[in-house]
């Protein structure tokens, strides 16, 4: 039975591969709950080691060279089951880093863009970070106006391999990213 759009679309085609992202990266970052060792919650078959992808990760969130960097298949002609359990492992390991969990478990829940009919957007905030996750539940190219912080922010996770955030935003279809915002060492000393 082929998958349908509200619109009663075949969705079997073209952005298929990003609507299942997109709603899985949505989802996961929504609610709160407390996540185990992300050593455990990843495939110890991986083509890149446990530790090795914590390192790369954890390097990833300090702003490091040599930062983990994603690799969906998306491009390069292939999607496959194993790119889409790999995009759920970041999720996974985004969702154990500390910083993260803590924004999660803890941090003040706001809509972002209420009034926005088919972007969903939210923010999560806790001890002066932040993590705002956008979403365009459309397979319509839209528009979205992205705060200054945010636009200078790290993206944490991403539909499409390649964002360029800006206050002036062109979403793609079914496109959704996670960018963290944190409090300047400097003002906190």
């Not at 619109?7 to 992202?21: A, L, R, T």
């Not at 969906?72 to 995009?87: A, M, N, P, W, Y």
């Not at 955030?165 to 000393?189: G, H, K, S």
Request: proline content about 4%; overall charge negative.
């Amino acid at each position: 039975m082929p998958l349908q759009d509200r619109d009663g679309g075949n969705m079997n085609g073209s952005y298929w591969f990003e609507s299942v992202k997109c709603m899985a990266l949505t989802l996961q970052l929504i609610q709160g709950a407390p996540m185990g060792d992300a050593a455990a919650l990843t495939d110890s078959k991986s083509s890149m080691g446990c530790e090795q992808a914590q390192a790369s990760f954890k390097k990833g969130l300090a702003g490091e060279k040599g930062a983990f960097t994603r690799s969906t298949g998306i491009g390069q002609g292939e999607v496959s089951r194993k790119s889409l359990l790999d995009f759920y492992d970041q999720l996974a390991m985004l969702r154990s880093h500390p910083f993260i969990n803590e924004l999660l478990t803890e941090g003040k829940f706001r809509l972002a863009a209420p009034e926005h009919a088919h972007v969903f957007a939210y923010e999560r905030s806790h001890s002066g970070r932040r993590l705002l996750t956008v979403s365009n539940w459309s397979k319509e190219p839209l528009d979205f106006a992205l705060e200054r912080d945010f636009a200078r922010g790290e993206v944490q996770v991403s539909v499409y391999p390649e964002i360029v955030l800006t206050e002036n935003m062109r979403l793609r279809p079914f496109e959704a990213f996670a960018v963290l915002v944190q409090p300047d060492i400097q003002t906190r000393l």
